[in-house]
């Protein structure tokens, strides 16, 4: 099977079941080159400034967010359901301690767009350029949000990804 580029608008509510059934993947990597992947659970994709944006959220603390912060890019990787537990191990286990591509057999392949590699065994692709990024701010989240999902005090940061292309599995 071939990578093939297509138009992000196709796939939208694909990536927002694959959201609801714990199937995204998130790929950055450093100054070093190394790629990381973790389990995203929260993101969407949408129009903001007339461009292509993928939203995610990544928390400081995450060995992600250092590596987003070097480069400025990211990818968006949608498992089939079948490779669902590789999402739940990237979930559980810290790129700092562990090589996830190699511990579950996922191959890192070039990207279009960004040098950011996608997921080889991944149906789906986003590539990403960092356009934007905001804190949150706890004051102005709703009040039950904090408790319930912050109860630490560990808010995310917010990545506005300007989707570059598109890649799906053919």
């Excluded at 997921?119 to 949150?136: A, S």
């Amino acid at each position: 099977m071939a990578k093939k580029i297509a138009d992000y608008k196709d796939y939208v509510g694909e990536t927002i079941k694959a959201f609801d059934e714990g199937r995204v993947l998130l790929v950055s990597h450093g100054k070093e080159g190394l790629p990381n992947v973790m389990a995203i659970g929260w993101g969407t994709v949408g129009i903001i400034w007339r461009k292509p944006m993928f939203v995610v959220l990544v928390r400081p603390s995450r060995h992600t967010y250092k590596l987003i912060e070097e480069t400025g890019e990211f990818t968006v990787n949608i498992v089939t359901p079948q490779l669902k537990e590789v999402v739940q191990y990237c979930g559980t286990v810290s790129g700092r301690d562990h090589n996830k591509f190699k511990e579950k057999q996922l191959t890192a392949i070039p990207s279009k767009k960004v040098k950011t590699p996608i997921i080889k065994e991944c149906i789906l692709h986003f590539e990403c350029r960092v356009v934007y990024k905001n804190d949150l701010i706890p004051s102005e989240l709703e009040k039950s949000i904090i408790p319930a999902l912050y109860p630490k005090g560990d808010f995310h940061l917010v990545y506005f990804g300007e989707i570059l292309a598109c890649q799906y599995e053919s």
